[in-house]
């Protein structure tokens, strides 16, 4: 398949888009792929959450060292994205892609045959390392084989369902594996989805890079990724210490001056890792914030959700896993309309209407009390918000990598996947941790519920006249 490395035009803004066209057979083969690795990656962040007092047990490890399993994997999938983004710009995505692959397969190998916990720990460090590279290449090379407009909105529509998805259903799945044959089926899923894909991909995806070679950014790179590491294991560790530990408070503020460090030698360098310009687009800059908000809010709302249902009403975690296979059913049915309202709305309506969705179905939650008619609404305010939430993901991916060069896509999507993980990662520390503070659970979940709605709803009202005179 060819690739066109001219840049597309996008429509005008809020003008009716063409018909969604057909995708080939070979289109909907790279889409599988692309999709199928983007789903592998989404179900690693949940799958093996409820198995963790399992693999404790199995393994030797104590209660606080538990939280190094969701670590050990965050600190490289997030503080590599913009680096390997780049990286795949230069040398090749496809290969950077193929390579990812295959150091996923064998790090969830290594995580299943885990004998203590260094060699599990290792294999999802490099689990982390192999998902740095699958993600920006994999929406790369998405965004440069399918052409932007309704071709490309109909791919970002499928990969954002998906992504939603993995996340859902690692979450029942996670449960079921551990409960029928425990907790190291939750990596040997991993494992086995690393091996479909992996032998399909080679034959189908196109090699695509920039056409010139220019110096990798070295500074540039040594200080956002050495600052982005920093930041994810301070609100990773503050998720389950605080924030009063001198580790947590000190690599909040070397991430924070190393990514202001950042900013500062990409203004100088001739070949910066992230061009400034990039940064100062209208949509990449407002299409980003909109992101962060509508993943940090939603997995800070799954958290606390998830606390309720279990120590409030007194569900067990199968029944919780079935309140949230609603958000998965729901998802779907976004993923297939989203496009379509894109085309109809364009991508900054569908953004801004989203987000203002998911914040008034946030704050319906505030209705919650020890009732048990409560877990119902907690199943269709969170199925319904989850709509509304996926809406936010496809328009804001659409809204950041339009009118983006080919050229430059890796950069584009790179900011895209690492504002996915940042916000996955920052939700729970700054708002999850009122509620499990607090002295009077319902009365912290409640507090939570209303800062986690004002927030989204602000950033709706600022995404909006932010992007106001965006043609998107």
């Known amino acids: 398949m060819a690739i066109d490395t001219t840049t597309q035009t996008s429509p005008a803004a809020d003008t009716a888009a063409p018909g969604i066209p057909r995708l080939s057979t070979r289109d909907k083969l790279v889409l599988f792929v692309l999709c199928a690795a983007q789903f592998m990656v989404a179900l690693d962040f949940s799958v093996l959450n409820v198995a963790l007092p399992d693999l404790g047990r199995d393994l030797g490890m104590s209660t606080s ?33 193929l390579a990812g692959l295959a150091l996923f397969g064998a790090a969830s190998l290594l995580s ?5 916990p260094a060699s599990f720990l290792s294999g999802r460090a490099l689990q982390g390392l192999g998902a740095a590279a699958i993600v920006p290449t994999g929406m790369s090379l998405l965004t440069t084989t399918f052409p932007e407009g309704p071709a490309r909105d109909r791919a970002l529509g499928i990969s ?15 449960g079921t594996l551990t409960d029928t044959f425990g907790w190291r089926s939750t990596m ?10 992996l032998p399909l991909a080679p034959g189908l995806l196109p090699e695509s890079r920039t056409p010139d070679r220019p110096r990798l950014d070295v500074p540039g790179a040594i200080t956002v990724t050495t600052g982005l590491l920093s930041l994810i294991y301070a609100l990773s560790t503050a998720a389950d210490h605080g924030f009063g530990r001198a ?28 061009s400034l310009p990039m940064l100062r687009r209208r949509t990449v800059a407002w299409g980003n914030i909109g992101g962060l908000v509508t993943f940090s809010m939603m997995s800070t709302i799954v958290f606390v959700l998830t606390l309720y249902l279990q120590e409030i ?25 989203a496009p379509k309202v894109i085309g109809r709305l364009g991508a900054r309506r569908t953004l801004v209407g989203s987000l203002a969705g998911q914040g008034a179905l946030t704050a319906s939650l505030l209705l919650l009390n020890t009732h048990v008619w409560s877990a119902w609404l907690a199943t269709a305010a969170v199925a319904l918000a989850s709509m509304c939430h996926l809406g936010a993901i496809i328009s804001y991916g659409v809204t950041v ?57 602000g950033a709706a009202l600022l995404t909006g006249l932010g992007l106001r005179r965006s043609r998107v």
Do not use: K, N, Y
């Open 160 to 174: 954002g369902t998906l992504l939603s998805l993995g996340f859902t259903i690692g979450m029942v799945a996670g």
């Open 313 to 337: 009403l007194g569900l067990s975690a199968f029944e919780t896993g079935l309140v949230f296979g609603f958000q998965g059913v729901l998802s779907v049915v976004a993923g297939t309309l």
């Open 401 to 457: 990598t339009s009118g983006v060069p080919d050229a430059e896509q890796g950069l584009a999507t790179g900011l895209v996947t690492s504002t996915q993980q940042v916000g996955i990662t920052v939700g729970i520390p700054l708002l999850g941790v009122l509620a499990t503070t607090s002295g009077d659970l319902l009365s912290g979940v409640h507090t939570v519920i209303a800062l986690d709605a004002a927030i989204v709803l």
């Open 247 to 274: 580790d947590v408070l000190a690599a909040l503020a070397a991430g924070l001056l190393l990514l202001a460090a950042f900013v500062l030698v990409e203004s100088r360098s001739a070949a910066p890792l992230v």
């Open 188 to 197: 040997a899923l991993l494992t086995l989805f690393a091996l479909i894909v």
């Open 65 to 97: 060292a538990l939280q190094w399993a969701v670590t050990a994997f965050a600190l490289p999938s997030g503080g590599f994205l913009l680096l390997f983004g780049r990286v795949g710009d230069l040398f090749g995505r496809r290969r950077l892609f």
């Open 112 to 116: 299943t045959l885990a004998w203590d």
